[in-house]
């Protein structure tokens, strides 16, 4: 069974990048597409990006803009996304998980495998 495991997170200031990271145990990461998702206090998870199982598709949220980019390494069982441009509001805990459906990519119900999450907080 696919387990996951995100890090990466911190506290930035606005402007600023981090890079986060999730690494999959339990089967090749290979098989699976992967997507990011965010929770932010009070409101419902939404999907920020997500890449192919054969790497050749993503989808970015809108609110993303260009600022993020997801990215996978199947030799290091991992996927990656670099967030630049951090704003304050994009503070939240980010999961990674894996789409049922790549039809159904943006909608964060239909995600299995979630992670514990990663804290990524931006300051003013």
């Known amino acids: 069974q696919l387990h996951l495991v995100e890090s990466g997170g911190g506290l930035v200031q606005a402007g600023g990048s981090l890079r986060l990271s999730c690494l999959a145990s339990?089967?090749?990461?290979?098989?699976?597409?992967v997507g990011w998702l965010r929770q932010q206090p009070g409101k419902e998870r939404e999907v920020v990006a997500a890449?192919?199982?054969?790497?050749?598709?993503?989808y970015y949220g809108d609110f993303v803009k260009g600022r993020f980019t997801i990215s996978r390494d199947d030799s290091k069982n991992s996927v990656f996304l670099q967030m630049n441009s951090l704003r304050p509001e994009d503070t939240a805990v980010y999961y990674c998980?894996?789409?049922?459906?790549?039809?159904?990519?943006?909608?964060?119900?239909?995600?299995?495998?979630w992670g514990q999450g990663t804290q990524v907080s931006v300051s003013s």
């Open positions: 998980a894996w789409p049922n459906n790549w039809r159904s990519v943006a909608d964060p119900t239909d995600y299995g495998s």
């Open positions: 339990g089967e090749p990461i290979a098989r699976y597409g």
């Open positions: 890449i192919s199982r054969s790497g050749s598709l993503t």
